[in-house]
């Protein structure tokens, strides 16, 4: 897999950390203390669930184009 980007969604919540999630990849799903932490976590996150989904013999999601809100997070080739 070449070096990807995905689009991600990171929201405060109650406690004040960022939740991070990720439409074309569902089971990705961490948060941070900051945003910088939750981005970095996610692309942790994006890599073992995308050797997940190679491990099961599925089809890696291609990226979507970014919505308004979400930022791009590379995913380093696995």
């Not at 109650?14 to 569902?26: F, H, I, K, Q, S």
């Amino acid at each position: 897999m070449d070096n990807q980007k995905y689009p991600v969604r990171l929201e405060r919540d109650a406690a004040g950390r960022y939740l991070a999630t990720c439409r074309d990849v569902p089971e990705a799903l961490t948060d941070g203390a900051e945003r910088d932490e939750a981005k970095a976590e996610m692309a942790d996150a994006l890599m073992v669930a995308l050797e997940g989904y190679r491990l099961e013999g599925r089809t890696l999601p291609s990226p979507s184009c970014p919505e308004p809100g979400e930022i791009l997070v590379r995913v380093k080739a696995g």
